[in-house]
């Protein structure tokens, strides 16, 4: 992994057509711009793994939810 300091304003170039600019620097957080080419999807990492997961659930066979859903309820 690459790490650099940058300030706000200042950009990263990831080959000729993806730019990171650093749009803000907060207390406690960086705001991020990208600018990519539109066929590029470009998404945070925590929707991705939500989006796979719901996918992956989608796709259970009905044995596999039921058997789910009865460790979700409480006993009794």
Same mark, same amino acid.
């Given at each position: 992994m %690459?790490?650099?300091s940058r300030r706000? #304003?200042?950009t990263i170039l990831i080959g000729d057509e993806i730019e990171i600019v @650093? *749009?803000? @620097? #907060?207390?406690s957080r960086v705001k991020v711009g990208i600018r990519a080419p539109r066929q590029m999807p470009v998404i945070a990492r925590e929707i991705k793994l939500i989006r796979d997961e719901n996918l992956? /659930? /989608?796709g259970a066979t009905a044995?596999? %939810?039921s058997s %789910? @859903? *009865?460790r979700?309820?409480?006993p009794g």
């Amino acid at each position: 992994m %690459l790490v650099m300091s940058r300030r706000q #304003g200042e950009t990263i170039l990831i080959g000729d057509e993806i730019e990171i600019v @650093i *749009a803000h @620097i #907060g207390r406690s957080r960086v705001k991020v711009g990208i600018r990519a080419p539109r066929q590029m999807p470009v998404i945070a990492r925590e929707i991705k793994l939500i989006r796979d997961e719901n996918l992956r /659930a /989608a796709g259970a066979t009905a044995s596999e %939810l039921s058997s %789910l @859903i *009865a460790r979700l309820r409480p006993p009794g």
